[in-house]
């Protein structure tokens, strides 16, 4: 039988969750509608798209229950929209529980043809598209995130907080392609926020590519907290080195034997993190 150390070094690593549980989206608008005929009421009135010059081809339209959602539907909307020479869209929304909370929006040709002009400038093009979705979805926390907008500038990145509520702005240039131009991505990202810590599941989120909308998700009403109630770190570590003391390692040897193996702890290198899971 091969020998054994009688003792290694075992850093420990605790991390403490806080619970979610699922809460689901109100319906904010007729439940008669098919989700294809949602997505196009979503591109006309929020995005302002005129979709009067295009041909709009439903390209896919199916349903899949995501696992983490816990059973819960959602079901996703392609369309290809074609505006002659002049421009061509490609679409693609998702609704959970009949409400649209993600759209996305590639322009493989030409520009989109809006309905009316829209801002040049992207502060005012973020708010105007937050005030029309408060207005078609009837979410009351979109005001409080279209007031922070009043306080961003946006020649730089900066993240501010009001509340729950953590604002953060981007812009940097993405290269998909290094024989065309660079892409300016300008991004608008709202994250729910407790204690100093963030639920990264919850959020509202508008870029823009160029200068024109790229993309939007809300799942801002997603998930709730199951508890902001969270022990001190020292006491989160002694929990688990307390834990640990009482574990016995076991591994098997060259011959198939089961060999217990001591270990000590090393305190210097324990650490606690806290973050929220979805669950």
């Not at 300008?186 to 509202?204: I, L």
Request: charged share 20%.
């Amino acid at each position: 039988m091969k020998s054994l150390p009688k003792s290694f070094l075992v850093t420990l690593i605790l991390m403490a969750v806080l619970t979610v549980s699922f809460v689901q989206l109100p319906t904010a608008y007729s439940a008669e509608l098919t989700a294809p005929e949602k997505t196009l009421i979503f591109l006309k009135d929020v995005v302002k798209i005129d979709v009067t010059k295009y041909n709009a081809t439903l390209v896919s339209n199916w349903v899949d229950y995501p696992p983490h959602w816990g059973g819960l539907a959602q079901e996703d909307v392609t369309y290809d929209l074609d505006g002659g020479n002049e421009s061509n869209l490609y679409v693609t929304c998702k609704l959970r529980e009949g409400m649209l909370h993600s759209c996305s929006l590639e322009v493989p040709k030409g520009s989109p043809i809006y309905a009316e002009p829209q801002p040049t400038n992207l502060l005012d093009a973020a708010k105007g598209f937050l005030e029309r979705y408060q207005a078609y979805s009837g979410a009351s926390y979109i005001q409080e995130m279209r007031n922070m907008l009043d306080t961003v500038d946006l020649t730089e990145d900066a993240t501010i907080t009001s509340g729950n509520i953590k604002l953060t702005t981007s812009n940097q240039e993405i290269q998909n392609d290094p024989t065309a131009e660079a892409i300016e991505c300008t991004s608008f990202e709202w994250t729910y926020t407790v204690n100093g810590v963030d639920a990264p599941q919850n959020v509202v989120r508008v870029t823009f590519d160029q200068g024109v909308f790229s993309s939007f998700r809300d799942d801002w009403d997603l998930f709730k907290i199951g508890s902001t109630s969270a022990i001190s770190q020292e006491e989160a570590i002694n929990l688990a080195k307390n834990a640990a003391e009482d574990y016995t390692l076991q591994i098997y040897l060259g011959d198939n034997t089961l060999t217990d193996v001591e270990f000590n702890l090393a305190d210097e290198l324990a650490r606690a993190e806290l973050f929220m899971y979805p669950r």
